[in-house]
T-cell receptor, first 112, second 113 residues
C-alpha cells in the first residue's frame, strides 16, 4: 500500500531534550516536506527536500533541522525543543516538486 | 506575501444538499491550486489539483473551479452525505520557482442525516 508513515504519532517531552520525528514513504517520491499545523494559523511548511541531499527552508524553519540521506526517509530533528514547538506535525511527499500533488502522513502530535 | 482565505469557516447542512466552498488568494501568480480533505486527528487527503492553465477539475461528486484573474477557487460538492463531514483545505503554490505552498485555514463541514 502506497503511504507516508510517521513515528511517533504522539510525543510528550520537556524543554531542551533533543528529539527526532521520522518520516518514510514507499512511493519513490523525490519531493518531501514537513509542515506544522496550529489553530488559527493553518498549515505552514517547515522544510522541504527536492531529492536526496537537497533540502531547503520553508516558511518556519527556526528551531528545526532535517536531513535526506535516502530517498524514502526525511526525519525532522528538534535539537532543543521549546514550548512554542508544541504542534501537530505532518510529513508529505509528491512524485516531484513540479507535480506537487502531495500525499500526507497521519501526523505527529508533539507537546513540549 | 500570498494570503489564502476560506469562507465560510464552518458549515452545517442536511444530507442531500449541494454545497459550495470558497477559496480566495491575493496573488494570482500561482502554479497550481489543490483541495484537500482533513478528517479529525488525521492527515490530509488530496481531492483535486488544478493547474494554473486549467479552469476546473472533477472527481465523482466533487468539482473544483479556478478563476486565476479574480483570485478565486470554488469546491462544489453535489448531493452531500454524512461521510463528507470533514475540514476542507485549499493550498496554492506560487510560480517563480518557489516550492512553498500557502494553505487556507479551512472550512469545517458537518453534514447531518
Amino acid at each position: 500500500e502506497a503511504q507516508v508513515t510517521q513515528n511517533p504519532r504522539y510525543l510528550i517531552t520537556v524543554t531542551g531534550k533533543k528529539l527526532t520525528v521520522t518520516c518514510s514513504q514507499n512511493m519513490n517520491h523525490e519531493y518531501m516536506s514537513w509542515y506544522r499545523q496550529d489553530p488559527g494559523l493553518g498549515l505552514r511548511q517547515i522544510y522541504y527536500s527536492m531529492n536526496v541531499e537537497v533540502t531547503d527552508k520553508g516558511d518556519v524553519p527556526e528551531g528545526y533541522k532535517v536531513s535526506r540521506k535516502e530517498k524514502r526517509n526525511f526525519p525532522l530533528i528538534l535539537e532543543s525543543p521549546s514550548p512554542n514547538q508544541t504542534s501537530l506535525y505532518f510529513c508529505a511527499s509528491s512524485l516531484s516538486a513540479s507535480t506537487l500533488e502531495q500525499y500526507f502522513g497521519p501526523g505527529t502530535r508533539l507537546t513540549v | 506575501k500570498q494570503e489564502v482565505t476560506q469562507i465560510p469557516a464552518a458549515l452545517s447542512v442536511p444530507e442531500g444538499e449541494n454545497l459550495v466552498l470558497n477559496c480566495s488568494f491575493t496573488d494570482s501568480a500561482i502554479y497550481n491550486l489543490q483541495w484537500f480533505r482533513q478528517d479529525p486527528g488525521k492527515g490530509l487527503t488530496s481531492l483535486l489539483l488544478i493547474q494554473s492553465s486549467q479552469r476546473e477539475q472533477t472527481s465523482g461528486r466533487l468539482n473544483a473551479s479556478l478563476d486565476k484573474s479574480s483570485g478565486r477557487s470554488t469546491l462544489y460538492i453535489a448531493a452531500s452525505q454524512p461521510g463528507d463531514s470533514a475540514t476542507y483545505l485549499c493550498a496554492v503554490r506560487p510560480t517563480g520557482g518557489s516550492y512553498i505552498p500557502t494553505f487556507g485555514r479551512g472550512t469545517s463541514l458537518i453534514v447531518h442525516p
